[in-house]
């Protein structure tokens, strides 16, 4: 790709990887936050975020992009530390929204190797709260292996983050085996980050769809496509974790399970087990808002398989540990377990 089609494209995907959000205009105060800590049945508890946001802008300079969606929180300073201790979370682990899919090889290569540095940096600078997932081009599946290798043994990085589809292909294409072979292999969680639905243009108009209702959708549209397309059964022992709650499927995957039975013809493919049974693998973030929609998804994947999600910088909550607290009916080793237990077990964090 030549210098003006990278500049273009990938500023455009910058845009889109984080369209629509908006941002809590709360970092970079000039008085320190004092740090709050967690508490459950008297004991203090070490509390993991595995839903924050940032940008690496030596990575958006590569190609002449703005911050994107003029969220200025999302580069990490002081301020966000300050956040951290408000909110009272202990460790971030931090994302990427994937606005490179379209890159070549080489713009590719380049762009990453910045980026990866970056974040590498950034939990050099605040090594107890901060850590990262790789980022990875997993248009070219090969050098994605390459990249998550490099970033777990080499940067110290703690998993690896992806988007919900790669430039309109879906995760389920075998074309990714590689990656997940490898991923597999290196035994890390997969993050898996919606990007909403772009080709779907019901979503326009009043009523913010195209996140509302975009960001779940294309998560579930993913997590289907990689049970249904055998993805689960060739590479069983994959980590997935899926934010927002896994998304619709998080709260409605009952209706999988009848599906091929319904309509043999639409199933050519035979998957080994249940779709409900591959979710029952998974993890999911705490992301859903309301006490009830988490306890539901503690009663179908168990408090084991949930842990916080803030999505910082963007204004969804400001209570990732108060909804948790407060949730009924969870006992005090859940909320143990779904504060930072089960972060710090499934991303082997020292702390």
Known sequence: MDRRKFLGSSAGLLAAASVGTGYLGMAGSAIA??????????SRVT????????????????IGAAIANNNPNLVIDQGRIDVMNRFGIDIEILSINPFWYQL????????????????????????????????????HPELAAEQLEHGIK?????????????AGEELGSTRFDPFWAAAQEIDVPIWLHPQSVPGLSRLQGNGYLFNVIGNPLD????????????VLDRFPRLKIVAAHG?????????????GCDRSPADCPKTIQRKPTEYLRDMYFDSLVFTGENLRHLVAQYGADHLMIGSDYPYEWTDRPVDHVLETPGLSDA???????GNAIRLYRLEV
């Open 33 to 42: 936050q004092a740090r709050r800590e967690v508490r459950v049945g008297g």
């Open 47 to 62: 509390t993991v975020d595995v839903h924050s946001h940032t940008i690496i802008p030596a990575a958006t300079d590569l």
């Open 104 to 139: 070549g090889v080489d713009d590719a290569r380049r762009l990453i190797d910045v980026q990866n540095q970056g974040l590498a940096d950034l939990c050099a600078r605040y090594p107890d709260r901060l850590r990262a997932m790789a980022t990875v081009a997993l248009q």
């Open 154 to 166: 080499n940067l110290g990085f703690v998993g690896v983050s992806m988007g919900g589809s790669v």
């Open 219 to 230: 998560t579930t549209i993913a997590l289907s496509h990689m049970i249904f397309e055998g």
């Open 246 to 258: 896994g998304g619709y499927l998080g709260s409605y995957a009952d209706r999988s399970d009848y």
């Open 334 to 340: 859940d909320k143990i377990a779904i504060l930072g």
